[in-house]
């Protein structure tokens, strides 16, 4: 059975239901489109693209998802996912994946009309406008090569260059964009009673994201004060992905914060680990109003331990949903864009590789 198939005697039609099929459908789509990427590498490019603009539909439905009173846990995804890549196997010719997505696309059209025709706020309009146009894109692409008259997915293309990814972006898969980082890295901090609950909830969050086919994290550490008031801290995992600041260095500031920073980059300087950037990475690097520092200051205090993720901007949600899950009051701090080094300053932190 198609998603639209699956879909078209549900029932009724308000905001919330359409806002359930569009976010479910471009998960469904992701699973789709990576496997046709395999199948036909011919069209890998342009299969690429299709699944980088469903995977980043995902995320631009997720909030308006939320808004309306939808949520779609992890395991629902990549259930929707698998079901986009068994229906791609099944279909067993190039001619009938575009005759079949034609007729889906043309389906779910109607839809997206009528969100944006009810849509409460200009935001939700530009959403439903936008997945109304990204269904012609590619309905647009199939129909030229049907045609022989390729078009080279152009106007899928110009969809996601208007969105912020460029051609180079658009057709490298999702699991190597994995290891070439997103738009923005964030730290997410969850604090649990103490570092026993904290500990619990890192080896459960490393489980959960080895079992997950759409999750994969770096390092992820564990911060807290011992009996004599230091900070120390361990992590589970690598140090740090290909690109972007490592989470010992991210924990690092977290940890400085009693002493303003000066701890954290004397003891760069001290160890020869590059004292500017850690310095920059301290004022800069985490976007933490005064609040944000007193109440991480707090918790610590009262003996809360943190457990620590770096993230990309794609992974964030799920990442910080799931740390809630567990236990954890969770906060989200952007990271700036600084260039990782080979070492990780010890700042006052006590660590342990685990």
Request: charged share 30%.
């Amino acid at each position: 059975m198609t998603f639209v198939e699956k879909h078209r005697f549900a029932g009724g039609r308000t905001e919330r239901d359409l806002m359930k099929i569009a976010w479910e459908g471009e998960l469904f789509g992701v699973g789709l489109f990576e496997t046709l990427t395999e199948m036909y590498p011919d069209h890998a490019e342009q299969f690429t693209a299709c699944a980088t603009m469903e995977w980043f539909n995902v995320h631009y439905c997720e909030p308006f998802g939320h808004d309306a009173g939808v949520h779609v846990t992890l395991e629902q995804a990549e259930k929707l996912g698998r079901e986009g890549a068994a229906l791609a196997r099944r279909l067993h010719s190039f001619e009938k994946v575009a005759k079949l997505t034609a007729e889906e696309t043309r389906e779910v059209d109607p839809l997206y009309k009528q969100l944006a025709k009810g849509a409460h706020t200009p935001e939700l309009k530009a959403l439903a406008e936008d997945l109304l146009e990204h269904e012609n894109a590619m309905r647009d692409w199939l129909k030229s090569e049907l045609d022989g008259k390729s078009d080279g997915g152009a106007k899928i293309f110009d969809y996601l260059e208007r969105h912020g990814i460029s051609r180079e972006e658009a057709v490298t898969p999702r699991k190597l964009r994995e290891d070439v980082g997103g738009d923005k890295q964030h730290l997410v901090l969850a604090f649990f009673p103490d570092e026993d609950a904290a500990d619990q909830a890192a080896h459960a969050l490393r489980n959960w994201e080895k079992a997950s086919e759409y999750m994969k994290v770096d390092a992820i550490g564990v911060l807290v004060k011992d009996t004599h008031g230091n900070i120390k801290e361990h992590k589970l995992g690598r140090r740090a992905g290909k690109k972007g600041m490592g989470v010992g260095v991210a924990l690092g500031v977290i940890a400085a914060i009693p002493t303003g920073g000066l701890s954290l980059v004397g003891g760069a300087l001290a160890s020869g680990v590059g004292g500017g950037v850690i310095g920059e990475f301290f004022h800069k690097g985490l976007k933490m109003t005064d609040e944000d520092v007193e109440r991480i200051g707090r918790e610590l205090d009262e003996g809360h331990a943190a457990v620590g993720v770096l993230t990309w901007d794609f992974e964030t949600e799920a990442v910080a949903e799931k740390l809630k899950e567990l236990g954890g009051t969770r906060q989200i701090l952007e990271v700036a864009k600084v260039e990782a080094e080979d070492q990780e300053p010890t700042a006052t932190a006590t660590r342990h590789e685990a």
